[in-house]
């Protein structure tokens, strides 16, 4: 019973983890792109860090837990991770292509250095 409530908590916390990283990534007013990357990799780091010791409980090896043997990488919670980390990539991307006009255009805009 405590493994599932456990289970359920340590998943909760992994969501808001990659919320964290999402707010901070793009809605932080009057910073630059630059700012917002490394925050937002420091903020990768620690989500990573949640997501990966949620997965370890969701592959805790013992007798009742139903997902015992399966592997790390694909528990719920790192699978999340993954696929959260790779739309939030296409995102940044996107967002500092339309705010600066891609990297071959120089400075179109002050905030793209």
């Known amino acids: 019973m405590f493994l599932e409530l456990g289970k359920a908590v340590a ?7 990659l919320y964290w990283v999402a707010i901070g990534a793009f809605f932080v007013p009057g910073s630059r792109w630059e700012e917002r ?13 949640v997501c990966f010791a949620s997965g370890l409980l969701f592959t805790w090896p013992v ?42 255009y120089g400075t179109v805009n002050r905030d793209c250095g």
């Open 37 to 49: 990357l490394y925050f937002a990799l420091a903020r990768v780091a620690i989500a990573g860090c």
């Open 11 to 17: 998943f909760l916390l992994s969501m808001l983890s």
């Open 63 to 104: 007798r009742s837990n139903p997902d015992k043997n399966v592997p790390l990488l694909s528990a719920l919670p790192v699978k999340l991770f993954f696929w959260g980390m790779a739309g939030l990539v296409v995102l940044f991307v996107a967002t500092w292509y339309l705010r600066c006009g891609g990297p071959w």
